[in-house]
């Protein structure tokens, strides 16, 4: 059957409307490509020209430097002085820091001297090296200046480029080679940061024999010596070495380093034989096409669609008017069959039914799809019950079904798709989207119901839908928020996750960038911007960054942002950004804190205190400087020594492996003392902690304190506790200590001697224990609590000389000396302990007792004496006197005392007298009675002599009598405290000596008659 030619000619029209559509695409996409391509070209012969001329003016620059260089070095004849030499070369280094050295060779190859090694101290050659054979040949064909193939440095690995000069004696012979070597990085550094190597491109120069002196970026997979060590085979050699070096150019073909697949550019420098390259990727012109040609390409096909969805919706309107027009032609059954067919070659199940709802056509397509037949539906009620088993939902369906139907024929509202679970012939359940459309006018009734299967497209959505929940539970888990920035409209779309990491719900945050930017740490922000804004103008692959934002709450949250660029304009400026946000906020704390341990670790480590050491398999491996310091070496000595070095000798050494491995086999941690040896060779103490650090590796680590001090501490302690112990258990006087209740803790041997109780009886006793019998010295009882110790605990006071008397068991009543001194030890400033010494006094007081007597006795004599009795110095000075007369000499109480004899006597009987005293002194003989002429004073017509002089045994004093029977004596007055005070003295001190002479006739009672020199001659008084 024949298309209609309605038909023919739309299709016609579409055929070459869709011819044109390709052509369109087709020059389009080479259009684009072709200028693509031409601009990358463009930009690469821009940045070769400029980069071309900076290279060969350094290197012309270079070259008249060498130059230069070298006449200096021949400027004084033509053979160089190598010290001057050295100089110059410094001098030419420090004026080009970029070169990793300067040269100076001999004609043979021979290095002379470098700017980093003086004359004399080098001993290499070049005279095997091939670049170097090759400049030698070219000076020989007159070129003095060249550029010499790369060399791998065999110590440091820097690939260098030696630029040489030669120097000619006056006969034309070369004589000297100057050298400067660059380093491939510096020619690197043109290179780093020009924007064609952030799109994978290549620059590099190449000399004509192949060898590449400098390349950006330096391929990773390949080592230096692959890159600079062999010549070059690539696409661009083949085409210089074919064209034969041409000025400027291009090539495509291989990379002898990247790969197949490059668009090479060249330029060759003018005044030099290198030529420069940027080698760009094929694929990055093509990504750069595709990014300019997608929007028109993604247009046109959205121009063919549309042009095919008019296509085929003129199609079918040309058929539909074609079959009304031969459905009035051929009446309503021809109709109905062309009808059938469009629908029978519909892919979509489709029904028609009349306005009777009986179900007039089903295609092959819903057979297929539900297994069903025209004969088995005779009606759409029927369709439902089978479609829709369950009732209640079929009616909620149905419902909705005839309201759409209903507005369809009204035009009440536009037909709209209806989503139906329905029950095929074989049980199985799908999901169908059901649309309907009127075949005639609304008044007929008949209409058109297709059915699309969506089963796959909801199982698909269901998965989707589970995917992206999975999806951001494992964000939730993880702590992360996604994010959506559109740069033009400064629009930001964020997930519930983003909002929640900083405490907030999606309707709570403005959704603009530059809200995000308000709630960055003001110290963090200036960097987050400039690495976005590093990666938004394509410096960066992709964007990241650890900052804080504050949290709702208040507080600051640590987040890592992750971001790419996604979308760009045609001319390159970022549309949309994507990324994530996690929560790092824990791992910051952890970091801090580990950091903070770190510092301690550190700390405990560098500390100048303890020292510190590390041991395996009993060497040392590691050491601090306190450890080091403590043994006197310095940490480097010690490392790799055995441990033995610290050991006084071998059976310490075994003896401490024995006791330490044993414990650290266990885990367990060994603390001790131990003696080491120090550098010097002393010894000293230290308290040393170890333990194992690892299961398997056999390393202990040891913690040092030095202890000397106080190890000398505690024996000097030790020895004061035994001195004191000696002391204390030998000395006289008995001590007691009792603590605060009173009760005693201690005594020493001379305390339980003194008191007559055991050393078990005495401790726990306290001083109002009623055994003790203790009296004072008035004979009363003297209480417990008034005991000297129990005093001083109470007031915290020190008492001395308390004298107590005590009923010792066996001894009867003893006297004591009693001395209390606390011990403090309380906040509240009460002693805690006091100590009690207390010495035997009896005998004392008993002595005490008769001198006491022997005091009364004499006091009774002296007072017997009728004399007047002087006590007088060796210097005539008069101390004391004596006299029972009220007034012998009419003088004031103590009116002589301290005076000389002067004062009493006339002056020839004083100087007399006192010459007597001398001479009885100095001889320390008996009683002298002076030879002196009648003397006398007047005083009221008396005259008075001394009768006799005693000088005392310890020749300080004498003593003088005279007669109380004076007459008209005065002058004197007696003082009867003074007088017995001196006579107290002088009885304690010279008992033996104190004899005083009576008047002629008379006897000294207190005397033996019989003492030496007694004279029983009288002494007459002289009258005046």
Same mark, same amino acid.
């Given at each position: 059957?024949?298309?209609?030619?309605?038909?023919?000619?739309?299709?016609?029209?579409?055929?070459?409307?869709?011819?044109l559509?390709?052509?369109?695409?087709?020059?389009?996409?080479?259009?684009?490509?072709?200028?693509?391509?031409?601009?990358?070209?463009?930009?690469?012969?821009?940045?070769?020209e400029?980069?071309?001329?900076?290279?060969?003016?350094?290197?012309?620059?270079?070259?008249?430097?060498?130059?230069g260089?070298?006449?200096?070095?021949?400027?004084?004849?033509?053979?160089?002085d190598?010290?001057?030499?050295?100089?110059?070369?410094?001098?030419?280094?420090d004026?080009?820091?970029?070169?990793?050295?300067?040269?100076?060779?001999?004609?043979?190859?021979?290095?002379?001297l470098?700017?980093?090694?003086?004359?004399?101290?080098?001993?290499?050659?070049?005279?095997?090296?091939a670049?170097?054979?090759?400049?030698?040949?070219?000076?020989?064909?007159?070129?003095?200046?060249?550029?010499?193939?790369?060399?791998?440095?065999?110590?440091n690995?820097?690939?260098?480029?030696?630029?040489?000069?030669?120097?000619?004696?006056?006969?034309?012979?070369?004589?000297?080679?100057?050298?400067?070597?660059?380093?491939?990085?510096?020619?690197?550094?043109?290179?780093v940061?020009?924007?064609?190597?952030?799109?994978a491109?290549a620059?590099?120069?190449?000399?004509?024999?192949?060898?590449?002196?400098?390349r950006?970026?330096?391929?990773?997979?390949?080592?230096?010596?692959?890159?600079?060590?062999?010549?070059?085979?690539?696409?661009?050699?083949?085409?210089?070495?074919?064209?034969g070096?041409?000025?400027?150019?291009?090539?495509?073909?291989?990379?002898?380093?990247?790969?197949?697949?490059?668009?090479?550019?060249?330029?060759?420098?003018?005044?030099?034989?290198?030529t420069?390259?940027?080698?760009?990727?094929?694929?990055?012109i093509?990504?750069?096409?595709?990014?300019?040609?997608?929007?028109?390409?993604?247009?046109?096909?959205?121009l063919?669609?549309?042009?095919?969805?008019?296509?085929?919706?003129?199609?079918?309107?040309?058929?539909?008017?074609?079959?009304?027009?031969?459905?009035?032609?051929?009446?309503?059954?021809?109709?109905?069959?062309?009808?059938?067919?469009?629908?029978?070659?519909?892919?979509?199940?489709?029904?028609?039914?009349?306005?009777?709802?009986?179900?007039?056509?089903?295609n092959?397509?819903?057979?297929?799809?539900?297994?069903?037949?025209?004969?088995?539906?005779?009606?759409?009620?029927?369709?439902?019950?089978?479609?829709?088993p369950?009732?209640?939902?079929?009616?909620?369906?149905?419902?909705?079904?005839?309201?759409?139907?209903?507005?369809?024929?009204?035009?009440?509202?536009?037909?709209?798709?209806?989503?139906?679970?329905?029950?095929t012939?074989?049980?199985?359940?799908?999901?169908?989207l059901?649309?309907?459309?009127?075949?005639?006018?609304?008044?007929?009734?008949?209409?058109?119901?297709?059915?699309?299967?969506?089963?796959?497209?909801?199982?698909?959505?269901?998965?989707?839908?589970?995917?992206?929940?999975?999806?951001?539970?494992?964000?939730?888990?993880?702590?992360?928020?996604?994010?959506?920035?559109?740069?033009?409209?400064?629009?930001?779309?964020?997930?519930?996750?983003?909002?929640?990491?900083?405490?907030?719900?999606?309707?709570?945050?403005?959704r603009?960038?530059?809200?995000?930017?308000?709630?960055?740490?003001?110290?963090?922000?200036?960097l987050?911007?400039e690495?976005?804004?590093?990666?938004?103008?394509g410096e960066?692959?992709?964007?990241?960054?650890?900052?804080?934002?504050?949290?709702?709450?208040?507080?600051?949250?640590?987040?890592l942002?992750r971001?790419?660029?996604?979308?760009?304009?045609?001319?390159?400026?970022?549309?949309?950004?994507?990324?994530?946000?996690?929560?790092?906020?824990?791992?910051?704390?952890?970091?801090?804190?580990?950091?903070?341990?770190?510092?301690?670790?550190?700390?405990i480590?560098?500390?100048?205190?303890?020292?510190?050491v590390?041991?395996?398999?009993?060497?040392?491996?590691?050491?601090?400087?306190?450890?080091?310091?403590?043994l006197?070496?310095?940490?480097?000595?010690?490392?790799?020594q055995?441990?033995?070095i610290?050991?006084?000798?071998?059976?310490?050494?075994?003896?401490?492996?024995?006791?330490?491995?044993?414990?650290?086999?266990?885990?367990?941690?060994?603390?001790?003392?131990?003696?080491q040896?120090?550098?010097?060779?002393?010894?000293?103490?230290?308290?040393?902690?170890?333990?194992?650090?690892?299961?398997?590796?056999?390393?202990?680590?040891?913690?040092?304190?030095?202890?000397?001090?106080?190890?000398?501490?505690?024996?000097?302690?030790?020895?004061?506790?035994?001195?004191?112990?000696?002391?204390?258990?030998?000395?006289?006087?008995?001590?007691?200590?009792?603590?605060?209740?009173?009760?005693?803790?201690?005594?020493?041997?001379?305390?339980?001697?003194?008191?007559?109780?055991?050393?078990?009886?005495?401790?726990?006793?306290?001083?109002?224990?009623?055994?003790?019998?203790?009296?004072?010295?008035?004979?009363?009882?003297?209480?417990?609590?008034?005991?000297?110790?129990?005093?001083?605990?109470?007031t915290?006071?020190s008492?001395?000389?308390?004298?107590?008397?005590?009923?010792?068991?066996?001894?009867?009543?003893?006297?004591?000396?009693?001395?209390?001194?606390?011990?403090?030890?309380d906040?509240?400033?009460?002693?805690?302990?006091v100590?009690?010494?207390?010495?035997?006094?009896?005998?004392?007081?008993?002595?005490?007792?008769?001198?006491?007597?022997?005091?009364?006795?004499?006091?009774?004599?002296?007072?017997?004496?009728?004399?007047?009795?002087?006590?007088?110095?060796?210097?005539? !000075?008069?101390? &004391?006197?004596? $006299?029972?007369?009220?007034? =012998?000499?009419?003088?004031?109480?103590? /009116?002589?005392? #301290?005076? +000389?004899?002067?004062?009493?006597?006339?002056?020839?009987?004083?100087?007399?007298?006192?010459?007597?005293?001398?001479?009885a002194?100095?001889?320390g003989?008996?009683?002298?009675?002076?030879?002196?002429?009648?003397?006398h004073?007047?005083?009221?017509g008396?005259s008075?002599?001394?009768?006799?002089?005693?000088?005392?045994r310890?020749?300080f004093?004498?003593l003088s009598?005279?007669?109380?029977?004076?007459?008209?004596?005065?002058?004197?007055r007696?003082?009867?405290?003074?007088? !017995?005070?001196? &006579?107290?003295? $002088?009885?304690?001190m010279? =008992?033996?000596?104190?004899?005083p002479? /009576?008047?002629? #006739?008379? +006897?000294?009672?207190?005397?033996?008659?019989?003492w030496?020199g007694?004279?029983?001659?009288?002494?007459?008084?002289?009258?005046?």
């Open positions: 059957m024949h298309a209609p030619l309605s038909i023919k000619n739309l299709n016609r029209i579409a055929g070459l409307l869709t011819l559509l390709v052509a369109y695409a087709a020059a389009t996409a080479w259009y684009n490509w072709a200028d693509e391509k031409a601009a990358a070209l463009r930009d690469m012969a821009t940045i070769m400029m980069e071309a001329r900076a290279f060969d003016n350094y290197f012309s620059h270079l070259e008249l430097a060498l130059k260089l070298g006449d200096d070095l021949s400027s004084e004849g033509e053979r160089i190598l010290d001057r030499a050295y100089v110059l070369v410094r001098k030419f280094h004026l080009y820091p970029e070169l990793y050295n300067v040269t100076l060779i001999q004609a043979d190859g021979t290095v002379l470098t700017a980093r090694n003086p004359p004399r101290t080098v001993h290499a050659t070049l005279a095997g090296e670049s170097f054979i090759h400049f030698v040949d070219a000076v020989a064909q007159g070129q003095l200046f060249g550029i010499g193939r790369p060399l791998l440095a065999k110590i690995k820097v690939v260098i480029v030696p630029v040489r000069h030669a120097i000619k004696d006056r006969q034309g012979k070369l004589g000297y080679i100057v050298s400067a070597n660059l380093t491939h990085e510096h020619l690197q550094s043109y290179w940061d020009s924007p064609l190597t952030a799109r491109a620059i590099g120069l190449i000399r004509d024999s192949g060898f590449l002196l400098s950006y970026p330096v391929p990773a997979n390949l080592t230096l010596d692959q890159i600079y060590g062999v010549p070059r085979t690539g696409a661009l050699i083949h085409h210089l070495r074919q064209q070096f041409p000025e400027r150019g291009y090539v495509e073909g291989p990379s002898s380093l990247d790969g197949p697949d490059f668009l090479t550019a060249f330029r060759r420098l003018p005044t030099h034989p290198l420069l390259f940027i080698a760009m990727p094929l694929s990055e093509r990504a750069a096409w595709w990014r300019r040609v997608s929007g028109t390409g993604f247009a046109l096909l959205l063919g669609g549309g042009g095919f969805t008019v296509y085929r919706d003129a199609l079918r309107r040309q058929r539909a008017w074609d079959i009304e027009d031969q459905r009035l032609k051929d009446a309503q059954q021809q109709s109905e069959r062309r009808l059938r067919s469009i629908i029978e070659a519909l892919p979509v199940p489709t029904v028609i039914s009349d306005a009777q709802h009986n179900v007039t056509y089903v092959a397509a819903f057979t297929t799809a539900f297994g069903y037949q025209q004969r088995e539906l005779p009606s759409l009620a029927e369709w439902w019950v089978r479609a829709c369950d009732l209640q939902y079929r009616q909620s369906v149905l419902d909705t079904w005839y309201a759409r139907l209903a507005g369809l024929r009204s035009h009440a509202a536009p037909s709209q798709a209806l989503e139906v679970q329905v029950t012939k074989s049980g199985e359940r799908r999901t169908v059901t649309t309907m459309s009127l075949l005639a006018l609304p008044h007929d009734g008949s209409h058109l119901t297709t059915w699309y299967d969506i089963t796959q497209r909801k199982a698909m959505e269901t998965l989707l839908a589970d995917r992206e929940q999975h999806l951001e539970l494992a964000l939730a888990g993880a702590a992360m928020g996604t994010w959506e920035w559109v740069v033009p409209s400064g629009e930001l779309r964020f997930s519930a996750r983003w909002a929640a990491l900083q405490g907030y719900t999606l309707e709570e945050l403005p603009r960038i530059e809200s995000w930017a308000t709630r960055v740490f003001p110290d963090d922000l200036p987050v911007r690495r976005l804004d590093r990666h938004l103008k960066t692959p992709d964007y990241e960054s650890e900052h804080r934002l504050l949290h709702k709450n208040g507080h600051w949250v640590w987040v942002a971001g790419k660029v996604v979308e760009r304009d045609g001319a390159g400026e970022p549309v949309r950004v994507m990324g994530i946000t996690f929560d790092i906020t824990e791992r910051k704390q952890t970091e801090a804190q580990l950091e903070t341990l770190l510092r301690e670790q550190r700390a480590l560098d500390s100048p205190v303890v020292g510190i590390k041991v395996k398999a009993r060497v040392i491996v590691w050491a601090n400087a306190a450890f080091a310091r403590m006197g070496y310095s940490p480097e000595e010690l490392i790799g055995p441990t033995r610290a050991y006084p000798n071998d059976e310490s050494y075994e003896a401490f492996g024995q006791l330490v491995y044993p414990i650290l086999a266990r885990g367990e941690v060994l603390r001790t003392e131990l003696q040896r120090r550098k010097d060779g002393t010894l000293g103490w230290y308290e040393i902690g170890t333990g194992r650090l690892g299961l398997e590796n056999g390393e202990a680590l040891g913690a040092f304190v030095d202890i000397s001090q106080r190890k000398s501490a505690e024996l000097a302690l030790r020895a004061s506790e035994e001195r004191l112990r000696i002391i204390f258990q030998s000395m006289a006087e008995g001590l007691v200590l009792q603590c605060r209740d009173g009760r005693i803790v201690d005594a020493n041997p001379a305390a339980e001697a003194l008191l007559g109780l055991g050393r078990e009886q005495l401790l726990g006793k306290t001083s109002v224990d009623p055994q003790w019998c203790a009296i004072r010295e008035d004979g009363t009882p003297f209480p417990g609590d008034e005991h000297p110790g129990m005093v001083t605990l109470r915290g006071k008492l001395r000389h308390q004298i107590m008397g005590i009923k010792a068991p066996g001894h009867g009543l003893r006297w004591i000396s009693i001395n209390s001194q606390p011990v403090f030890a906040e509240q400033g009460l002693p805690v302990q100590i009690a010494t207390f010495v035997d006094v009896t005998e004392r007081r008993l002595a005490e007792a008769e001198i006491l007597s022997t005091k009364n006795q004499l006091q009774a004599t002296l007072d017997a004496i009728p004399d007047v009795l002087f006590e007088v110095g060796v210097d005539g !000075r008069i101390h &004391s006197y004596h $006299s029972q007369r009220s007034d =012998p000499m009419e003088t004031s109480t103590n /009116g002589f005392v #301290g005076k +000389t004899l002067f004062a009493v006597l006339p002056a020839d009987a004083a100087e007399v007298c006192i010459d007597a005293i001398r001479v002194v100095d001889k003989g008996p009683p002298v009675t002076p030879t002196v002429c009648p003397c004073r007047e005083k009221g008396s008075f002599q001394p009768h006799r002089w005693l000088p005392p310890a020749r004093n004498a009598c005279f007669p109380e029977t004076l007459p008209n004596a005065s002058g004197l007696p003082n009867s405290s003074r007088r !017995r005070a001196r &006579s107290k003295t $002088s009885t304690t010279r =008992p033996a000596a104190i004899t002479w /009576g008047p002629t #006739g008379s +006897t000294c009672k207190s005397m033996p008659r019989n030496p007694w004279d029983t001659g009288g002494m007459r008084w002289w009258e005046g």
